[in-house]
């Protein structure tokens, strides 16, 4: 078995469980997001995969090997930190060598290994600078290139972009994803941003207060989200309470709500008769369709430069359209339908969504 | 807010500096005039080399000169030895460390002849330390530990007082090291010593010269430990200074104080200087690294 694996893994600090029985499990040469927002947990799961945290029940595998009694400083792994964690004292060139050294690697492997990085990070300009002679970006490079000279099986990711602005976020995070596939890394990222996760990872892990919520590929963590958390955290759905009233075909269900009957089509059986249901905002079509047409008052319009978002009451709850273009206003009527299968059934029970 | 010009500066400074820089300018002013003839209490004054000359034909000030050398240097280096594990312990509060901290730091309230006298008679004859190792079967009768000629007791003594000076600077600069920088490290594969000597010596080297100088030059001119606990057969500095002045031979008694001075100021200067060598410029292992690089080029 080669990639991370880590088994019911749990920590508890004092009377707080701080992770409840967690399986993780990255194949090589993958690229998976621990999702979630503040204290949900996700750093202290990359803390016990890097070392630096036992857990207090569990075991870590990397690529078969049981690590979880192993120190840090002899695991195969390279963490990537927020704060970047240059060692302000030495040059980028002796920052990015420093894990070599410790490994005692021969001056001449260590030169290629540090100019195969240059080269990919194109760092060549600033080897003899100190890290406080570098933008935020630059010292972003250093720190993946640091961790990238030594060549880990596993690679560890700490909300490494949050320190930067919108528009290099976005041209660092697909540099590491290019560097991630060229080196062909295993890699766990952890972010509570949901475009960062879904734009740059192969499986993602929804974590929300110490549990996982739901893993999947992006598409199904967006297309199918399993409980409510998850559909709001991820894309931020509609979600509404709904009274399955009967089936009418095998897999599609008649359901009330509070904007009125709508038909849901959907692979997993609601799994009570008063359940929770989920659709996107930009899932719905305008105008009048056979099935789940919808009418409401726009109450508020916001423009948000690609799409256009017209929010409408229902019984004192607020719903989200959203529209690539339109003229509609608030105070006006409109009407739209939603497709059967664009909205799915939430279940209330993590641990069998997580399972 | 425009900047007052440096003259502004100089003068609201004067007052507090100012003394100060009188007062030292004074003292050695008057040590060095009376070393070389000036300022004589016994006699006419006039310049003369003739102190010390007198001075350094004896080979007990030589003597003296090396073995307050060796106390403030071996008083410095474990000090600070001593205190670098402490300020790392401490470097992140846990339940009690507040005591702790406190604990380790009372023999900075504690004077330094209460404590050499309490030494004194822990180590004596029928004191504590004999009757431990008596009772444990390590000595088969007491035995004479006071004054001993090695200076181990003293040294002892030294690192007991000194040691919370180090201990203060050295915490507040471990402190300020990010834990991400030290999980770096050990991430990448460094291990504790290697932490120790790569990444924290050198991010706090400013504070280890500054315990290195404090303790360097307190030990050297140490008068109290080396009369009450000291070896009875060798004299610090401060003990020829002070044989000379009881003999009413003040300018020999200035040539050594200016000694004295000399060597604090030297002796610092050369201790601050290899702390730094050694933990942040590590000339040797540019020197490896250069000769590597050339060799791969030359390769290449």
């Known amino acids: ?140 490079r250093v720190s993946l290139g640091r961790a990238l000279t030594v060549r880990p099986s596993v690679i560890l990711f700490d909300e490494p972009l949050s320190n930067l602005d919108a528009k290099l976020r976005e041209t660092v995070r697909h540099e590491i994803r290019t560097i991630q596939q060229d080196f062909g890394l295993t890699a766990v990222y952890v972010t509570h941003d949901q475009n960062e996760a879904l734009a740059m990872s192969d499986k993602i892990f929804v974590l929300n207060k110490g549990q996982l919520e739901q893993a999947g590929t992006p598409q199904d963590l967006y297309h199918a989200p399993r409980t409510r958390f998850v559909a709001d955290f991820v894309g931020s759905a509609n979600v509404m309470q709904a009274r399955v009233v009967s089936r009418a075909q095998a897999n599609v269900w008649q359901v009330v709500t509070p904007m009125g009957p709508l038909m849901v089509q959907s692979d ?81 029970d993590v641990s069998k969504v997580a399972s | ?21 009188v007062f030292i300018g004074a003292v050695i002013y008057i040590a060095i005039a009376q070393s070389v003839g000036f300022y004589n209490l016994t006699g006419d004054s006039g310049f003369s080399m003739e102190f010390w000359e007198k001075l350094i034909g004896r080979k007990s000030y030589w003597t003296a000169v090396r073995y307050s050398l060796f106390i403030g240097f071996w008083a410095a280096v474990l000090s600070v030895a001593v205190a670098y594990p402490l300020a790392l312990w401490l470097r992140k509060p846990f339940k009690g460390s507040l005591t702790v901290s406190a604990i380790l730091k009372a023999p900075l309230m504690i004077h330094g002849i209460v404590a050499a006298f309490l030494f004194l008679n822990i180590i004596s004859y029928n004191g504590l330390v004999n009757q431990l190792l008596v009772w444990t079967g390590l000595f088969d009768e007491p035995h004479r530990l006071q004054n001993d000629s090695g200076a181990v007791g003293l040294l002892f003594l030294q690192v007991w007082k000194n040691m919370p000076f180090a201990l203060l600077l050295l915490t507040g600069a471990v402190q300020s090291i990010p834990q991400d ?37 307190d030990a050297l001119a140490d008068f109290t430990f080396q009369t009450t606990v000291g070896p009875t057969n060798r004299q610090s500095l401060s003990q020829y200074m002070e044989f000379f002045r009881g003999r009413g031979r003040w300018n020999e008694a200035a040539g050594v104080g200016v000694t004295l001075m000399a060597l604090s100021l030297i002796g610092a200067v050369l201790m601050a200087l290899a702390a730094r060598l050694i933990f942040r410029e590590r000339p040797i292992a540019r020197v490896v690294a250069w000769y590597e690089t050339r060799r791969v080029e030359a390769r290449t």
């Open chain 1, 268 to 348: 997993t059986p609601p799994e009570a008769d008063n359940v929770l249901i989920a659709w996107r905002a930009e899932a719905v079509i305008m105008g009048h369709d056979p099935v789940n047409t919808v009418t409401a008052k726009v109450v508020r319009r916001s423009f948000e430069g690609a799409y256009t978002d017209l929010f409408f009451d229902v019984e004192g709850e607020i719903f989200r359209v959203q529209q690539t273009e339109t003229s509609l206003v608030a105070g006006e009527d409109m009407t739209f339908s939603i497709l059967p299968e664009n909205i799915v059934f939430l279940s209330d």
């Open chain 1, 1 to 140: 078995m080669s990639g991370l694996a880590a088994k019911g893994i749990a920590v508890r600090f004092d009377a707080v469980d701080a992770l409840k029985n967690i399986d993780l499990d990255v194949p090589a040469g993958s690229f998976v997001t621990l999702l979630g927002p503040s204290g949900c947990g996700k750093t202290t799961l990359l803390n016990v995969i890097s070392g630096f945290l036992k857990p207090t029940k569990g075991r870590v595998y990397i690529d078969g090997i049981d690590v979880t009694d192993t120190p840090p400083e002899r695991r195969d792994t390279a963490l990537c930190f927020q704060s970047y964690a240059l060692f302000p004292h030495l040059s980028v060139e002796e920052n990015l060598v420093f894990g070599l050294r410790q490994r005692g690697m021969s001056g001449a492997d260590r030169a290629k290994r540090l100019r195969d990085v240059v080269g990919q990070l194109d760092l060549g300009d600033h080897l003899s600078k100190l890290p406080n002679q570098l933008s935020g970006g630059q010292q972003q």
């Open chain 2, 181 to 217: 920088t030290l999980n770096a490290a050990q991430d990448l594969g460094a291990g504790t010593i290697e932490r120790f000597r790569r990444i924290i010596a050198p991010l706090t080297v400013s504070a280890m010269q500054a315990a290195l100088i404090i303790v360097f030059i």
């Open chain 2, 1 to 21: 807010m425009t900047r007052p010009s440096p003259w502004f500066i100089s003068i609201l400074l004067l007052p507090g500096i100012g003394l100060i820089v």
